[in-house]
């Protein structure tokens, strides 16, 4: 079965250091987001992308993030200047195209990021 | 409550027994999905009801909707030990962008053989 894959599972990185983790969404898929979880906390909404643009964004997304797909298969999320309360498991997900309320959408397994 | 609150918290069960997760949100939406998460592992998608739907059913599973209470529940039969996970609603904002979910805490399901 088809499923969005992430690299790294794990990262450490120093604070103030840029990070970018990397998603291969399912390949028919046409919109792509980014999620996060910080431990014990909920899984908050990022920003979403579709048609080589950002759709939302949430006010987490702030400037110091960045999304980009710089080819036809990877989905990347920047973070310029890390700082410790980045540390989060960041999710990859995607969409099938479509535009009713049906479309389930599919998570990969999660970067962990620890930032030190 | 804030949109998407699962109920109870935390759950305890022994093998073979059912398990009912309750989820409330605040509102309106255009339809709410059921996530799994294993510790620390990504979201694995359970299902998904739309808002104009009732109940829905499968495999073990069933989840019921009822937009006027605002609230949904997910019940898994004759619950199984591979059955402990984190339990998680997601809802769908009426209207608005179809990848913004928004979760609940979840409810952490321990299933004891």
């Known amino acids: 079965e088809p499923e969005v894959t992430q690299t790294p599972s794990h990262q450490v990185t120093q604070m103030g250091q840029e990070v970018i983790l990397r998603c291969v969404p399912i390949?028919?898929?046409?919109?792509f987001y980014w999620y996060r979880q910080i431990l014990g906390q909920k899984v908050e909404f990022l920003v979403s992308?579709?048609?080589?643009?950002?759709?939302?964004k949430s006010e987490i997304f702030d400037d110091q993030f960045s999304v980009e797909r710089p080819d036809g298969s990877n989905f990347t999320l920047k973070i310029r200047s890390t700082k410790l309360e980045d540390s989060a498991m960041y999710f990859c997900?995607?969409?099938?195209?479509?535009?009713?309320?049906?479309?389930?959408?599919?998570f990969g397994e999660g970067s962990w990021l620890t930032v030190v | 409550s804030q949109q998407g609150e699962e109920d109870p918290q935390a759950l305890s069960i022994q093998e073979g027994e059912n398990a009912t997760m309750n989820c409330s949100y605040k509102?309106?939406?255009?339809?709410l999905q059921w996530y799994r998460q294993n510790s620390g592992r990504g979201l694995v998608h359970l299902i998904l009801?739309?808002?104009?739907?009732r109940e829905k059913h499968s495999g073990r599973l069933r989840v019921t909707l009822d937009t006027s209470k605002k609230s949904s529940s997910l019940l898994i039969t004759a619950s199984r030990a591979a059955d402990t996970a984190s339990y998680f609603c997601?809802?769908?904002?009426?209207?608005?962008?179809?990848?913004?979910?928004?979760f609940g805490k979840g409810t952490k399901l321990s299933v004891k053989p």
């Open positions: 992308f579709y048609n080589n643009e950002i759709s939302e």
């Open positions: 997601a809802t769908g904002r009426y209207g608005g962008s179809q990848g913004n979910l928004i």
């Open positions: 390949s028919n898929h046409l919109y």
């Open positions: 997900a995607s969409r099938p195209p479509g535009g009713y309320s049906g479309n389930t959408i599919y």
């Open positions: 509102t309106s939406i255009n339809n």
């Open positions: 009801i739309r808002s104009n739907e």
